[in-house]
């Protein structure tokens, strides 16, 4: 292929290095790869715990998926950070120059790695991302804000008030699965669709 297109499908893969050598193994010498997924840092520094669900196997960082693609003989040229989703990475990917697990070796391309690359790289080393430090306090945080709601949930029942939901998004799911929101919470879910 000249070119693969990934749009919200890699975090879906359960075996992330038989994906990533799959695009290496349809990939034309000169050939190009852009994924789009959910970005890590983004889902724990804004919280967004409703973001996972069961389809999201995997969530990345820049700096895991570096050492994944090379793995493949594939290297991360460019990167673009976009607001989609509460935060998500693009990534775009070719062969590698020096690509050792390639079986067709193509020309090293004339394009050179653009500095967002090592831009994000440096700002993942500056947050520690491949410390568990990093990912220690997300649960608490989520714990807080699910403290938080449920606290205000009571207060406006026993206050008498009505409280509905609209919206049966997946997120919306996530939200009442792991906050134990049911019937006696909740007077009626509306959804327009």
């Given at each position: 292929a000249d070119l693969i297109l990934g749009n919200n499908v890699f975090a879906h893969a359960p075996?992330?290095?038989?994906?990533?050598?799959?695009?290496?193994?349809?990939?034309?010498?000169?050939?190009?790869?852009a994924l789009e997924f959910p970005y890590a840092c983004d889902l724990i520094e804004h919280v967004e715990f409703d973001t996972i669900?069961?389809?999201?196997?995997?969530?990345?960082?820049?700096?895991?998926?570096?050492?994944?693609?090379?793995?493949?003989?594939?290297?991360?040229?460019?990167?673009?950070?976009l607001p989609i989703?509460?935060?998500?990475?693009?990534?775009?990917?070719?062969?590698?120059?020096?690509?050792?697990?390639?079986?067709?070796?193509?020309?090293k391309s004339p394009v050179q790695a653009s500095p967002s690359v090592a831009a994000?790289?440096?700002?993942?080393?500056?947050k520690g991302v491949a410390s568990p430090r990093y990912y220690e306090d997300f649960g608490n945080r989520v714990r807080r804000i699910r403290d938080d709601l449920l606290g205000l949930l009571r207060e406006l029942k026993a206050a008498g008030k009505s409280i509905a939901a609209y919206g049966?998004?997946?997120?919306?799911?996530?939200?009442?699965?792991f906050y134990g929101l049911?019937?006696?919470?909740?007077?009626?879910?509306?959804?327009?669709s």
């Open positions: 075996d992330t290095n038989d994906f990533v050598a799959g695009l290496a193994r349809l990939l034309k010498p000169d050939g190009r790869v669900y069961h389809e999201h196997v995997f969530y990345f960082t820049l700096t895991a998926l570096v050492p994944l693609f090379a793995r493949h003989g594939l290297e991360i040229f460019d990167v673009r950070r989703h509460g935060g998500s990475l693009r990534v775009y990917a070719r062969r590698a120059a020096q690509s050792p697990k390639s079986e067709v070796q193509g020309p994000l790289l440096a700002e993942e080393t500056a049966a998004s997946a997120k919306g799911s996530t939200l009442l699965n049911g019937a006696d919470t909740l007077d009626f879910v509306a959804d327009r």
